[in-house]
T-cell receptor
Framework: AQSVTQPDIHITVSEGASLELRCNYS??????LFWYVQSPGQGLQLLLKYFSGDTLVQGIKGFEAEFKRSQSSFNLRKPSVHWSDAAEYFC??????????????FGQGTELSVKP | GAVVSQHPSWVICKSGTSVKIECRSLDFQATTMFWYRQFPKQSLMLMAT?????????EQGVEKDKFLINHASLTLSTLTVTSAHPEDSSFYIC????????????FGNGTRLTVT
C-alpha cells in the first residue's frame, strides 16, 4: 500500500533553534518526494522535492531534506527556525508525471509552532 | 505571483443549495487538475482528477453526483457541490499541471466552504 507517515502531529521549537520534521513513506515504485508548507487558510507552497541524484536537497526559505532509501525516510530540516516558519508542513510522495494518471499522497501533516 | 487562482476564497451557503468553486490556471495550459478536500487539522484527501475535455476520475468514496467537476477548457476547472449539507463544510483545494512530462504542480489557495 502507498502511504506517507508523519509521526509528529505538532512540534514546538524556540526561534533560532534547529528543526527536523520526520517523514516515512511506503511506495511501490520509485518515489518522488515532496515537502509542502501551508499557512492557515492558504493553499500549499512547495518547499522542495526529490526526484533523483544527490540525496540531500535544498529548498526555499532555508529548508533542506535528506532522502534515505534504506529507511524510507525524507526528513525536513532547518538549522535556525524563524517565527514566520510557523505553519503546517506536509510530506508527499507521488509520481513525477502528474498528467499521466499519477497523484500525490500526502502525510497527515505536522503543525509547527515557534516560541519567541 | 500565483499561477493557479481559486475562487471564491470563502463561501457560506445554506443547506440544500449548490456552490460552484472555480480553479483557473493563469499562465499555463492546465491539462490535468486535481481537487482535494481538507478537514481541519487533517491532510489533503484527493477527491478527483480531471483532464481537459474528459470526464473526471473520482476517488473511491467520493460521490460524483454530489461533487460535479467540469474541466471544459485548458485554463478552467470547476467543482460544484450540489445540495450542500453541513457535513460538506470543508476546505477545498485545487491543483493543476500542464502538458509536458516535467510540468510542475501548482496549488490554488483553497476555498473555505461553510454550509449552514
Amino acid at each position: 500500500a502507498q502511504s506517507v507517515t508523519q509521526p509528529d502531529i505538532h512540534i514546538t521549537v524556540s526561534e533560532g533553534a534547529s528543526l527536523e520534521l520526520r517523514c516515512n513513506y511506503s511506495y511501490g515504485a520509485t518515489p518522488y518526494l515532496f515537502w509542502y508548507v501551508q499557512s492557515p487558510g492558504q493553499g500549499l507552497q512547495l518547499l522542495l522535492k526529490y526526484f533523483s541524484g544527490d540525496t540531500l536537497v535544498q529548498g526555499i526559505k532555508g529548508f533542506e531534506a535528506e532522502f534515505k532509501r534504506s529507511q524510507s525516510s525524507f526528513n525536513l530540516r532547518k538549522p535556525s527556525v524563524h517565527w514566520s516558519d510557523a505553519a503546517e508542513y506536509f510530506c508527499a510522495v507521488g509520481p513525477m508525471i502528474y498528467n499521466q494518471g499519477g497523484k500525490l499522497i500526502f502525510g497527515q501533516g505536522t503543525e509547527l509552532s515557534v516560541k519567541p | 505571483g500565483a499561477v493557479v487562482s481559486q475562487h471564491p476564497s470563502w463561501v457560506i451557503c445554506k443547506s440544500g443549495t449548490s456552490v460552484k468553486i472555480e480553479c483557473r490556471s493563469l499562465d499555463f495550459q492546465a491539462t490535468t487538475m486535481f481537487w482535494y478536500r481538507q478537514f481541519p487539522k487533517q491532510s489533503l484527501m484527493l477527491m478527483a482528477t480531471s483532464n481537459e475535455g474528459s470526464k473526471a476520475t473520482y476517488e473511491q468514496g467520493v460521490e460524483k453526483d454530489k461533487f460535479l467537476i467540469n474541466h471544459a477548457s485548458l485554463t478552467l476547472s470547476t467543482l460544484t457541490v450540489t445540495s450542500a449539507h453541513p457535513e460538506d463544510s470543508s476546505f477545498y483545494i485545487c491543483s493543476a499541471t500542464g502538458r509536458g512530462p516535467n510540468s510542475p504542480l501548482h496549488f490554488g489557495n483553497g476555498t473555505r466552504l461553510t454550509v449552514t
